[in-house]
């Protein structure tokens, strides 16, 4: 196997009002990813 590094920043925000936060964790302009789950 040949050397390497992985960096994965994940940030998990869970609770009340999460959603709404979620617009003030990533900056305009770069990519993102959302998942939504709920029960």
Known sequence: MNN???????????????????????PAGRPRADYLWRR
């Open 4 to 26: 390497f590094k992985l960096h994965t920043p994940t940030r998990i925000l869970f609770g009340k009002g999460a959603i709404v936060d979620l617009r003030d964790q990533n």
